[in-house]
């Protein structure tokens, strides 16, 4: 029993990082003597084609929690990858995101937003379409 608990729980955990976005931004603005925070915000996109443009406080967009980050800051910018591993990530989903800088002595003043980017989730567990066979006919 204690060996089907365990890969159970193997399996949902797998299951729920399944999709990832990796980010990569850079801002040179934001030096080793001028640090910056980085905020990432998320929305979902109701078709690939029409995401929803940024707003600060738009319940539209959301501030990416799960994941990691590293900085780099130097005397010329500090460039950011960002992995956003949030387990609520669905498949066959379009996600855009946009990050706001905010120097770390004036956290309360926020940059606008970057341009916005986005992808598309994969299918998942989603069989490929059946290919069309020989001999079909019809009378």
Same mark, same amino acid.
């Given at each position: 029993? @204690? /060996?089907?608990? @365990? ?8 299951? +729920? %990082?399944?999709? %990832? *976005?990796? @980010? ?44 990691? +980050?590293?900085?780099?800051?130097? *005397? /010329? ?6 992995? !956003? /591993? !949030?387990?609520?990530?669905? !498949?066959?989903?379009?996600? *855009?995101?946009? +990050? ?11 940059? *606008?937003?970057?341009?916005?980017? %986005? ?9 490929? +379409?059946?290919?069309? =066979?020989? =001999?079909?006919?019809? !009378?």
């Amino acid at each position: 029993m @204690l /060996k089907f608990v @365990l890969i159970f729980a193997l399996a949902v955990a797998a299951h +729920a %990082q399944r999709h %990832q *976005a990796t @980010l990569y931004y850079q801002n040179t603005s934001c030096t080793n003597h001028s640090p910056c925070s980085l905020q990432i915000w998320r929305a979902v996109c109701p078709t690939p084609t029409t995401c929803p443009s940024y707003q600060a406080g738009s319940s539209l967009w959301t501030r990416v929690s799960y994941g990691a +980050a590293s900085a780099t800051p130097t *005397a /010329k910018g500090t460039a950011w990858i960002i992995y !956003d /591993k !949030d387990p609520t990530l669905q !498949d066959n989903t379009t996600y *855009a995101y946009c +990050a706001t800088n905010s120097f770390q002595n004036q956290s309360n003043i926020i940059s *606008a937003c970057s341009p916005v980017w %986005q992808g598309t989730t994969g299918g998942g567990n989603t069989p490929p +379409a059946p290919t069309l =066979g020989t =001999g079909n006919s019809v !009378d």
